[in-house]
Protein backbone atom coordinates (compact mmCIF):
# COMPACT_ATOMS: atom_id res chain seq x y z
CA UNK A 1 0.00 0.00 0.00
CA UNK A 2 1.11 3.53 -0.46
CA UNK A 3 1.45 5.35 2.73
CA UNK A 4 -0.03 8.25 2.00
CA UNK A 5 -3.34 9.36 -0.38
CA UNK A 6 -2.74 10.34 -3.70
CA UNK A 7 -2.33 13.94 -4.62
CA UNK A 8 -1.88 14.67 -8.09
CA UNK A 9 -3.46 16.84 -10.68
CA UNK A 10 -2.13 14.66 -14.07
CA UNK A 11 -2.95 11.11 -14.65
CA UNK A 12 -0.36 8.40 -15.41
CA UNK A 13 -0.84 9.14 -19.47
CA UNK A 14 -0.28 12.85 -18.55
CA UNK A 15 -3.77 14.08 -18.94
CA UNK A 16 -4.97 16.20 -16.29
CA UNK A 17 -7.04 15.20 -13.89
CA UNK A 18 -9.32 17.58 -11.12
CA UNK A 19 -7.67 17.42 -7.99
CA UNK A 20 -10.37 18.91 -5.66
CA UNK A 21 -8.87 20.20 -2.17
CA UNK A 22 -10.64 21.37 0.35
CA UNK A 23 -8.68 24.94 0.77
CA UNK A 24 -11.31 26.73 2.78
CA UNK A 25 -9.19 28.50 5.91
CA UNK A 26 -12.31 28.33 8.12
CA UNK A 27 -11.54 24.33 8.32
CA UNK A 28 -8.07 25.05 9.62
CA UNK A 29 -5.77 23.70 7.22
CA UNK A 30 -4.88 25.54 3.86
CA UNK A 31 -2.13 22.41 3.05
CA UNK A 32 -4.69 20.55 2.78
CA UNK A 33 -2.93 18.52 -0.70
CA UNK A 34 0.48 18.38 0.85
CA UNK A 35 -1.22 16.63 4.31
CA UNK A 36 -4.60 14.91 2.97
CA UNK A 37 -4.16 14.08 -0.69
CA UNK A 38 -6.72 15.16 -3.60
CA UNK A 39 -10.25 14.23 -3.75
CA UNK A 40 -10.94 12.44 -7.23
CA UNK A 41 -13.98 11.27 -8.99
CA UNK A 42 -14.18 8.00 -9.91
CA UNK A 43 -13.11 8.06 -13.17
CA UNK A 44 -9.78 9.97 -12.49
CA UNK A 45 -9.45 7.65 -9.75
CA UNK A 46 -8.57 5.39 -11.76
CA UNK A 47 -6.27 6.80 -13.84
CA UNK A 48 -3.93 8.32 -11.15
CA UNK A 49 -2.39 5.63 -9.88
CA UNK A 50 1.34 5.18 -10.76
CA UNK A 51 3.20 2.53 -13.58
CA UNK A 52 3.28 -0.57 -11.29
CA UNK A 53 0.50 0.45 -8.74
CA UNK A 54 -3.39 0.33 -8.75
CA UNK A 55 -6.44 0.89 -7.48
CA UNK A 56 -7.86 -1.33 -5.33
CA UNK A 57 -10.41 -3.87 -5.98
CA UNK A 58 -13.42 -3.78 -3.11
CA UNK A 59 -11.88 -6.90 -1.68
CA UNK A 60 -8.51 -5.58 -1.65
CA UNK A 61 -9.43 -2.55 -0.10
CA UNK A 62 -11.71 -4.16 2.80
CA UNK A 63 -10.59 -7.80 3.42
CA UNK A 64 -7.16 -7.40 3.58
CA UNK A 65 -8.10 -5.75 7.56
CA UNK A 66 -10.30 -8.01 8.37
CA UNK A 67 -8.44 -10.42 10.50
CA UNK A 68 -9.59 -8.06 13.43
CA UNK A 69 -13.37 -8.80 14.53
CA UNK A 70 -14.26 -5.45 15.71
CA UNK A 71 -15.24 -2.63 13.16
CA UNK A 72 -14.11 -0.56 15.51
CA UNK A 73 -10.83 -2.17 16.16
CA UNK A 74 -10.22 -1.78 12.24
CA UNK A 75 -11.01 1.72 12.24
CA UNK A 76 -8.78 2.25 15.02
CA UNK A 77 -5.89 0.53 13.22
CA UNK A 78 -6.07 2.20 9.47
CA UNK A 79 -6.62 5.58 11.11
CA UNK A 80 -3.05 7.50 11.45
CA UNK A 81 -2.11 8.53 15.17
CA UNK A 82 -2.75 12.04 14.84
CA UNK A 83 -6.56 10.79 13.94
CA UNK A 84 -8.81 10.36 16.96
CA UNK A 85 -7.44 7.61 18.72
CA UNK A 86 -5.53 6.09 15.56
CA UNK A 87 -3.02 2.89 16.12
CA UNK A 88 -1.86 3.17 12.86
CA UNK A 89 -0.92 -0.59 13.31
CA UNK A 90 -0.79 -1.60 9.59
CA UNK A 91 0.92 1.66 8.36
CA UNK A 92 -2.43 2.53 6.30
CA UNK A 93 -2.20 6.04 7.84
CA UNK A 94 -5.77 7.23 7.14
CA UNK A 95 -6.47 10.80 7.56
CA UNK A 96 -9.92 12.40 8.05
CA UNK A 97 -9.76 14.36 4.63
CA UNK A 98 -14.28 13.90 4.24
CA UNK A 99 -15.40 13.92 0.47
CA UNK A 100 -16.75 16.58 -1.95
CA UNK A 101 -20.34 16.38 -3.57
CA UNK A 102 -22.43 18.41 -5.12
CA UNK A 103 -20.38 21.42 -4.53
CA UNK A 104 -19.62 21.02 -0.87
CA UNK A 105 -16.57 19.60 1.30
CA UNK A 106 -18.38 17.44 4.10
CA UNK A 107 -16.74 15.57 6.80
CA UNK A 108 -13.67 16.92 6.92
CA UNK A 109 -11.93 15.60 10.10
CA UNK A 110 -14.36 13.61 10.75
CA UNK A 111 -14.11 10.90 7.95
CA UNK A 112 -11.57 9.27 5.65
CA UNK A 113 -13.84 7.54 2.28
CA UNK A 114 -11.52 5.67 -0.21
CA UNK A 115 -12.79 4.40 -3.65
CA UNK A 116 -12.17 1.10 -4.99
CA UNK A 117 -11.99 0.00 -8.36
CA UNK A 118 -15.30 -2.20 -8.33
CA UNK A 119 -18.16 -0.96 -10.19
CA UNK A 120 -21.64 -1.55 -9.01
CA UNK A 121 -23.69 -4.47 -11.13
CA UNK A 122 -27.30 -4.60 -12.32
CA UNK A 123 -29.78 -2.11 -13.49
CA UNK A 124 -29.58 1.46 -11.72
CA UNK A 125 -26.05 0.53 -10.49
CA UNK A 126 -23.84 1.22 -13.53
CA UNK A 127 -23.19 4.39 -12.74
CA UNK A 128 -21.49 3.82 -8.99
CA UNK A 129 -18.67 2.00 -7.88
CA UNK A 130 -17.55 0.62 -3.77
CA UNK A 131 -15.85 2.39 -1.16
CA UNK A 132 -14.66 2.23 1.79
CA UNK A 133 -15.46 4.43 4.83
CA UNK A 134 -13.31 4.94 8.20
CA UNK A 135 -14.83 6.92 11.22
CA UNK A 136 -15.47 5.29 14.48
CA UNK A 137 -15.52 2.14 12.54
CA UNK A 138 -15.43 0.82 8.99
CA UNK A 139 -18.22 0.49 6.44
CA UNK A 140 -18.39 -0.26 2.29
CA UNK A 141 -20.93 1.54 0.16
CA UNK A 142 -22.07 2.16 -3.19
CA UNK A 143 -21.42 6.00 -4.58
CA UNK A 144 -22.20 7.79 -7.64
CA UNK A 145 -18.92 7.97 -9.65
CA UNK A 146 -19.17 11.95 -9.26
CA UNK A 147 -18.36 11.72 -5.89
CA UNK A 148 -14.84 12.87 -4.42
CA UNK A 149 -13.20 10.50 -2.49
CA UNK A 150 -9.46 10.14 -1.61
CA UNK A 151 -7.71 7.43 -3.34
CA UNK A 152 -4.97 4.84 -2.37
CA UNK A 153 -3.06 2.44 -4.65
CA UNK A 154 -1.45 -0.61 -3.73
CA UNK A 155 1.04 -2.44 -5.75
CA UNK A 156 0.45 -4.80 -8.59
Not at 34 to 62: I, N, Q, R
Amino acid sequence: WMAENMATDQATDGTPVTCDANTDPEDGDTDFVEKYGCLYTWEDAMKVCPSGWHLPTLDELFLTYMGEDDYSTIAENLRATTWANGADKYGFSALPAGDYYNGNYCGFGEFAIFWSSTEGEGEGYNNRAFYLTIDSGVDTELAVKTGHFSVRCIKN
